[in-house]
């Protein structure tokens, strides 16, 4: 086993993923310990047009393989090209991302060569010379720091969205093409198509995002400025009963006693006092954030980020900056 | 009748069958549940005095909510098949997880086998994985369900590992299962980013269970009477031919942290209304990390 | 006498909780403010086995003893006590009588179309003179060939108007006072059979509550419950049960009423600091869980008698005093601890208040409790020390 870092490169729809940099960025830090190289593999339908996007960043080499019998995805089919990059290279540490395909194949692959894999990490720290990945664990109400133990590759699954991506530092990344020699009856399971959700907002009581509006809103056709926010983040809008009482929105989506209850990763509150009707409907949001006029407002008890001023100024700005990052 | 040999996880040699691909019409399934025993998802987890792991006392356990949903699809499907089919419910879990399998049973699984052992107290996804899958060989399976991850560790492998172990396709996150005619293959359709993804797979096969899959049944009041009468088969390590938990020694958890303390509500305040904004998104992205 | 759960009563805890919170409780307050009777409800109650629980199997029942059936009835009564009043006379009331006083005919007729849901069943024995005083009633049941003919009227019958099967009490020897009263298996096409007003009650809207009137009603003689004059008898002995199940249904709604009252403290504040952290309200708290405690360890006590078979008259009496009393000041604490909003229909406090009312009058007013319940104590005082 070496001291080199792999990074899996996912494509999905032609297009390399956001989270292949953020991995990138995670085994520099690796590799700044363990004086090793690193590597990637990118596997699938256009997977060396989809690496020309990590060319300049200071990899030691990419991988590209195309395979005809790979160009959907099949965990056999990507283990098995995996495994033999796994088995050229042998490096100490295997990257992906907690994507649905990372946290699908990684753990087999990992079973393949008989490593260790720890899944959906929100960091990866060197510690001491080795590895250590902190995870979530009951559902993210407590957090684990873990390390590998006897010498196995180990397999890190990253949750995207958490570390900084990486940027580009330098060229000299060799590409190389291998051919896996995967056929099609080697694989027993196989994606045949992907159909795309269909548009629209996640229902209120699924949302893991929420965008709500109170009486502040004045009007009705006012909500769109919470609609531009809330499709950007897949989010689902709603509204306090106030809000509902006066016409500006539907009673389906008030959040709150006489409404839904609803339990997002993040609530963000616009223009709603926080009365305890409402806060019995929405206070076990992971991250709520407060948006009002009223300094006083009893929302500011229970949120955990807040902001006093016009909602109508606040907004669209939020709506800018969080355009800009995603 | 193809035979290959897969080395185990112990280093012994194991002959394994791979499915006799002759399935009859009217042939029988074999369907296998996985079930684990976990802290109800809205338990107070804290990290105990010695912080080596979480206080159980005054937890309150239950059977994880996503096995539930392999569970009702193995019944599903059961009833779909005509009925001769059979569900055995596999747990790996201390002796208090047989509430958990007798919940299952009530639900309508035929049988169950309970792997109760103190060396697997907090075992490893690997050692978990290599004693389920001599169980499983032993009950002999065509459809294994689990659900598609533990919500006390969450770390969704070992259906992964199983299907390596075992030497079968696996699909992961499954929201919809359609079993073809001839019962040798099925049609999932699994949740990925933005969209779903159909999968096409053989049988036998391993599939991860996500929420929205079925709708679990409640254990009916008649089903708990039946299911006194249904049989759990214990089996301790040495009853699976192990000397001692396979595969361990992977990995070491170093601590526990507790999530940071709410505190109060952090005001975002700025000469410019655009930089307060700007700050909040920051907070969102690097310290809350919901973006 | 051990009250810790079983693992089967566990289970059987579990799944009418697990019912309750999925199915009951996103409609109960609609249920109760439209007054809804949710058919739909009991037809998911009666697939689960919830219609026919302390039947025997072969009947289609489940065989559980009453400590099972409180366990169920208090899940139920903490979302909507108007669902798990139907469970209590359904359980406790119809399909006893029919399985301990029916003739098998009337019992393989019957017990398996209740316990599938195809039918529910009412209990008609309080009449407009007749009420803590039955034995007063009035209807009367002339047996003329091989058919009894019922005049009379009775009223407060709980889903008189849902039932596919009615238990009637009626006089068919006039001269004798207790001895003369019969018990009648009626069904509501019977001719002469009508519903007449239906109540608008002050609370446990979800449930009907009806006057039914019997004009010339002819009832097959087969249809007799034990034998002629046995009705005081099988009336009197069916109300232990039923007042462990209205024990049952108050101690959930004392418990529905503690859980909210909490909640609410936690989070509202006055004065600077949250109100539960004021010692009115935590004194307040204390003697609302100590109430509810007593009350419910009485109803598992009278339950574990029951089903041991000992005698329990004493016990029930007095769980259904105790609980039914207990339900009603928590209920009031609960709404006073909410303050102004627990006025309005917004909060769930105030169902809980005007359910809670009617478990002191019904099967049995506290006022007949502690005339069974002092009857029974001086008749152990005579025992021990005669005078």
Known sequence: MTNDCLVFGEVRGGVLKKVTKELIGAARH??????????????????????????????????????????????????????????????????????????????RVAAKIDGVMFSDCVDVRMEEGTCVARRP????????????????????????NNLPPAGPSG???????????????????????????AGGRPDVTEADVIVSGGRAMKERSNFTVLEELADLLGAAVGASRAAVDAGYADHAIQVGQTGKIVNPKLYIACGISGAIQHLAGMRTSKVIVAINKDPNAPIFEKAHYGIVGD???????????????L | MTVRSTACMDGRTALQRTSHGGYRKEEPLKIVTLLKRVPDTEARILINQEGTGIREEDIKFVINPYDEYAVEEGLQIKERTGGDSTVTVVCLGPKEATEMIRTALAMGADDAVHICDPALVNSEPFTAAAVLARAIRETGFDIIFCGKQAIDDDMAQIHSILAEMLDIPQVSVAISFELSEDRRSAVVSRRIEGGDEKIETQLPAIISCEKGLNEPRYASLPGIMKAKRKEIRTKTLADLGFDAAPGGGRSRILRW??????????????????????????????????? | MQFDLTEEERMIQKTARDFARKELA?????????????????????????????????????????????????????????????????????????????????????????????????YALTEPAAGSDVAALQLSAVRTGDEYILNGTKIFISTGDKAGVVIVFGRTDPHERTHGISAFVVEPDFPGFSVGKVEDKMGLKASTTVELVFEDCRVPASHLLGTEGDGMRIALAGLDGGRIGIAAQSVGIAQAALDEAVLFARERQQFGKRIVDFQATRWKIADMATQIE?????????????????????EAAMAKLFASIASNRVAYDALQIHGGVGYTKEFTIERLFRDARVTEIYEGTSEIQRLVISRQVLEEYDSLFPS
Do not use: H
């Not at chain 1, 664990?137 to 995207?160: C, D, H, L, Q």
């Not at chain 2, 942290?257 to 307060?276: F, N, Q």
């Not at chain 3, 949710?38 to 009947?59: H, N, Q, S």
């Open chain 3, 26 to 122: 996103p409609v109960a307050k609609e249920n109760n403010e439209k007054g809804i009777f949710p058919a739909e409800i009991y037809a998911k109650l009666a697939g689960l086995g919830f219609l026919g629980m302390t039947m025997p199997e072969k009947y289609g029942g489940v065989d559980l003893g009453t400590f099972s059936l409180v366990l169920v009835l208090e899940e139920i009564s903490r979302v909507c006590a108007s669902t798990s009043v139907v469970l209590s006379v359904q359980n406790s009331l119809i399909n006893w009588a029919i399985l301990k006083y029916g003739s098998e005919e009337l019992r393989d007729a019957y017990l398996p179309r209740l316990a599938s849901g195809e039918i529910l069943g009412a």
């Open chain 1, 30 to 107: 690796i590799t700044e310990t363990t004086g090793g190289a690193i590597d990637a593999v990118v596997i699938g339908g256009a997977a060396a047009a989809a690496a020309e996007g990590i060319k300049g960043y200071g990899l030691r080499s990419i991988t590209v393989i195309e395979d005809e019998a790979l160009a959907m995805y099949s965990t056999e089919g990507y283990a098995k090209a995996l495994g033999d990059i796994l088995e050229a290279k042998s490096p100490a540490y295997v990257l992906l991302g907690a994507t649905a395909m990372g946290r699908d194949l990684a753990p």
């Open chain 1, 311 to 325: 909602l109508f100024e606040i907004v669209p700005i939020l709506t800018e900056e969080i355009r800009k990052i």
């Open chain 2, 257 to 291: 942290l507790p999530l940071p303390k709410g505190g109060a509500c952090r005001m975002v305040e700025a000469e410019e209304t655009g930089d307060a904004v700007k700050e909040i998104v920051r907070l969102l992205r690097e310290e809350a990390k919901v973006i």
């Open chain 3, 294 to 314: 007593a009350a419910r360890l009485l109803m598992y006590r009278a339950a574990k008698l029951r089903d041991a078979g000992r005698p329990c008259t004493k």
């Open chain 1, 137 to 160: 664990v009951y559902s993210g109400k407590v957090f684990i720091e873990i390390a590998p133990e006897g010498g196995r590759t180990t397999f890190i699954t990253i949750r995207p």
């Open chain 1, 171 to 197: 060229d000299g990344t060799e590409v190389v093409t291998y051919a896996a020699g995967v056929t099609r009856d080697a694989i027993r399971a196989i994606a045949t198509e992907i159909v795309p959700v």
